[in-house]
């Protein structure tokens, strides 16, 4: 009976949603895809900050971003039927989720020089371990406990010259403090992601993202009136353009990020976010003439290390509980 009243929520074209199947080098090719589009994204948002509020950069990103995922959807046939879905209430819990995640990683790429705003973003991986431990029960052991408290350690390293005496400053430390928070709900996204992917298609997830982000986005207009820093502004061409890129690369590398998890376990996509750091050297060097300083660099290098253990002992563990299944299953020889 149960079968029965599930069925018409799973009914009709095109296949069952939750599609999921294992080609880790496509998973990988499209996380790697991703954080291309991402950074070009990032390099547009740091440019036009100076100019526009985040609130408006914020709006710009989903909006512009809509664009990219509704032709995908048209592409795939599947317009209709990605408005439909049977988790209205997660999808509006991950675009809260991933807008906040937006607004303190936009704040945290404006007041800092991208290699410090990227290395504080790898504190997501750590967060993911202490959230499932606080969040969903699951048990965490003294390994992976160890990897946490180093990885956090290296992020203290990070932090440093933004924190320090001879280095204090109110806007770099406003931008460090922020990136954390941005860290922490970058990792709740995560995993609201990943459920949202065993029953919902991938052109359902991000038209949902970008079309309820969107709307949120606009409560950000009224700070104008509070905060005149924060008033929305009439932007010039070269501006313009420059939103629309944040919007429309913003929206390509999600469709990218949400489809390489329908490829490959997060346990494997995982590692290739540390790609980051590269583009933020390089893009931070060629275009913002930044350096980043030995703490940065030190820091980056003992979180990633962390991150990667993190990711290795949930990829051993995720083997240890398969063959734990496969052994207490009745034979069927």
Avoid at 121 to 137: D, E, I, S
Avoid at 300 to 311: Q, Y
């Amino acid at each position: 009976m149960a079968i029965k009243r599930l069925t018409p929520h799973l009914a009709g074209p095109p296949a069952p949603t939750g599609m999921t199947r294992q080609a880790p080098m496509i998973g990988i090719s499209l996380k790697l895809a991703s954080t291309l589009a991402f950074f070009v994204m990032v390099t547009a948002l740091k440019i036009a900050a100076d100019r526009v509020p985040i609130g408006e950069l914020v709006f710009a990103r989903n909006f512009f971003g809509l664009f990219p995922v509704l032709i995908m959807v048209g592409l795939r046939r599947e317009l209709a039927l990605a408005f439909k879905t049977v988790n209205p209430g997660r999808h509006l819990t991950r675009a809260a989720v991933g807008l906040t995640a937006m607004v303190c990683g936009f704040t945290s790429f404006h007041l800092l020089p991208l290699p410090d705003a990227t290395a504080l973003g790898f504190a997501t991986p750590l967060m993911v371990v202490v959230f499932a431990f606080f969040l969903l029960g699951e048990p965490v052991r003294i390994y992976r406990w160890s990897a946490v408290i180093v990885g956090f350690l290296g992020i203290l390293v990070v932090l440093s010259p933004h924190l320090g005496e001879t280095h204090f400053d109110n806007d770099t430390t406003v931008g460090a403090i922020v990136g954390l928070i941005g860290a922490c709900f970058a990792a709740l996204a995560m995993i609201t992601v990943r459920k949202l992917c065993e029953t919902e298609r991938t052109s359902t997830i991000v038209t949902w993202f970008s079309g309820a982000a969107t709307v949120m986005a606009l409560l950000t207009l009224p700070l104008g009136w509070v905060l005149p820093g924060q008033a929305w502004v009439m932007p010039d061409l070269e501006t313009g353009l420059l939103l629309v890129a944040v919007g429309l690369f913003g929206g390509i590398g999600q469709i990218l990020l949400t489809q390489s998890y329908r490829f490959a376990e997060a346990s494997t996509i995982a590692p290739f976010d540390y790609v980051n750091m590269l583009w933020a050297i390089l893009i931070g060097w060629v275009v913002f003439a930044e350096v980043p300083v030995a703490e940065v660099i030190a820091g980056s290098v003992i979180v990633i290390a962390a991150g990667v253990f993190v990711i290795y002992r949930e990829h051993r563990l995720g083997l240890d509980r398969t063959k734990d299944r496969r052994a207490s299953s009745p034979s069927k020889s």
